[in-house]
């Protein structure tokens, strides 16, 4: 009978041990989205320095429970960087206008990242081509593996989509002082210059081209009024582009914890990127819903069947006329959801139309020779 006593109380200890550790892990990997965030909302507040490279690397690295080294992400930057250098030292751009500097530097990211006669050094100091980075169409969206979001994939990787690509194209002309700016299509980003020769234009780096505008309208998705309101084809300033940061950090708190996400977090998260991104339609479409779950355990809570329910408590009715307010808002801002195929066929387009929906005065006029 001791035995059996024995053998329960070991049972039950050891149960209650494993929860409490799994418990103070939980905690760990959760205290790690808010020193992410703390730092995030510092650089939107201007309490510390902004940076594009540092806020993509603190969203990345609390998925990854700190796992990731920032001197090793960085260095692989800096190696990137001195690639886009040389190739502006052994090239010749065709540009006459007074900001042909700038012109140059991202003409130089755009080569090491997108053409195939970029050569680096390998470890015996010897030129070896260097692998451009290529579009993943594994998961393009994230939605199995959330890591195929990320720049840190996308640099061990060579493989990228429309969300990393960008990010890293971006970091890229910022660690080289030059300016390159976000912009939004439905689920999709890409990137604006602007020449003194050309004026805006768009550089697309799933595809390797520049489209003109024609072919983001062209999914029939962009609605005139999305336009309009600014939530597609503008250019995002610099904190904008940290408060697609928090939305990703908030995203991917979501996606790592589940049914035990603290709801809390991911609405201040997305609040807090509406102050400094009002029309940002993935910030409003986290906080609907958020509101939604917050909604739904209301629900649960009271065995309800329908949301009429619980419309006798007033929180619930509150809340879930808020809710509807809010997804009235994004629809009337012109948000409209672009379905998977939808999306690689508007990609696809593209390459097929190539003559169509091309800038050929960027294709054309920016020509480079090796020297």
Known sequence: ?????????????????????????????????????????????DSIPMSFKKAVFLTENAYLDNDLSYDAFNNRIQHLVMLCKDMANVATLYYDEKDKNEVAKYWSVYMVMKHRQTYELDSNNQRKPFTPFIYDFDDF????????M??????????????????????LCEELEAKAYLSMAPNHIYIKHWTKKTGWFNTELTSGYFPIDAWIMAS???????VQNRIYMDTL???QSIAVCLVDLAKGYERKFGLKADLNFIEKSSQLALEYYPNYVNALILKAETMKKRFELYMTQHKASSPSA?????????LF?????????IHQLGYRMMPKEMYIAWLDELKQEK??????QITNGFNLDKK
């Open 1 to 45: 009978m001791k035995k059996v006593l024995f053998t329960i109380s070991f049972l039950f200890v050891s149960k209650f041990a494993i929860g409490q550790t799994d418990n103070l892990k939980l905690s760990a990997e959760k205290q790690n989205y808010e020193v992410a965030f703390k730092e995030l909302r510092g650089m939107l507040k």
């Open 141 to 148: 969206w994230g939605e199995n593996d959330w890591t195929k």
């Open 150 to 171: 990320f720049v840190s994939k996308l640099m061990a990787t060579a493989k990228g989509n429309c969300h990393s690509l960008p990010f890293l194209y971006k970091i």
């Open 220 to 226: 029939g998705y962009v609605h005139l009024s999305a």
């Open 237 to 239: 300033d610099s904190k």
């Open 310 to 318: 619980v419309f006798n408590i007033p929180e619930a009715k509150l």
């Open 321 to 329: 006329e808020e809710m509807e307010k809010l997804y009235f808002h």
């Open 355 to 360: 003559e169509k929906y091309l800038n050929k």
